[in-house]
């Protein structure tokens, strides 16, 4: 395994500001994982937030102490918004892509990957249709995703 991804969701969304924050997000917003080791609660803690710094809500326990783990052994890990579920009388949630690469693993072979993932995304072919100038959109979001990625923000972790 040299690059590989995954999907999950955040979790504790109802905090705070949390559900307007969401409510913002845009399809393959890329986010930023933070490792909060002095969390009281749980060492392993990974805060999930926009750029911006706006805070989303957390990745569940068992992944955060995977990736946590993982990170220290030289892993690097970027998540980008798969979809927003809820809203109206609804809670707002985030579904995630997360791409991990393992420390032998190239930005060439990251950037495949994701490429292949937009390719088959169904609702990124439906933003595409919907959208007045869709393919300034799918440009724009390629250019963010391959400079996310070339220019070492796939290891977006921080400490």
């Given at each position: 395994?040299?690059?590989?991804?995954?999907?999950?969701?955040?979790?504790?969304?109802?905090?705070?500001?949390?559900?307007?924050?969401?409510?913002?997000?845009?399809?393959?917003?890329?986010?930023?994982?933070?490792?909060?080791?002095?969390?009281?609660?749980?060492?392993?803690?990974?805060?999930?937030?926009?750029?911006?710094?706006?805070?989303?809500?957390?990745?569940h326990a068992?992944?955060?102490?995977?990736?946590?783990?993982?990170?220290?052994?030289?892993?690097?890990?970027?998540?980008?918004?798969?979809?927003?579920?809820?809203?109206?009388d609804k809670?707002?949630?985030?579904?995630?892509?997360?791409?991990?690469?393992?420390?032998?693993?190239?930005?060439?072979?990251?950037?495949?990957?994701?490429?292949?993932?937009?390719?088959?995304?169904?609702?990124?072919?439906?933003?595409?249709?919907?959208?007045?100038?869709?393919?300034?959109?799918?440009?724009?979001?390629?250019?963010?995703?391959?400079?996310?990625?070339?220019?070492?923000?796939?290891?977006?972790?921080?400490?």
């Amino acid at each position: 395994m040299a690059v590989d991804h995954l999907y999950t969701k955040i979790v504790g969304v109802t905090r705070g500001f949390r559900q307007r924050n969401i409510s913002r997000l845009k399809l393959y917003e890329q986010l930023v994982l933070e490792h909060e080791e002095d969390n009281p609660v749980d060492e392993n803690a990974i805060l999930c937030k926009r750029a911006n710094g706006e805070e989303l809500g957390y990745l569940h326990a068992r992944l955060a102490k995977e990736v946590a783990e993982n990170h220290a052994k030289g892993y690097r890990y970027t998540a980008f918004v798969k979809n927003v579920t809820g809203g109206g009388d609804k809670t707002y949630g985030c579904n995630l892509l997360i791409i991990f690469a393992d420390p032998s693993s190239t930005d060439k072979e990251a950037q495949a990957l994701m490429d292949e993932i937009i390719a088959t995304d169904p609702n990124f072919e439906e933003l595409r249709k919907t959208s007045s100038s869709s393919s300034l959109l799918i440009i724009l979001l390629l250019f963010l995703m391959l400079l996310a990625i070339s220019c070492g923000c796939l290891g977006l972790l921080t400490s």
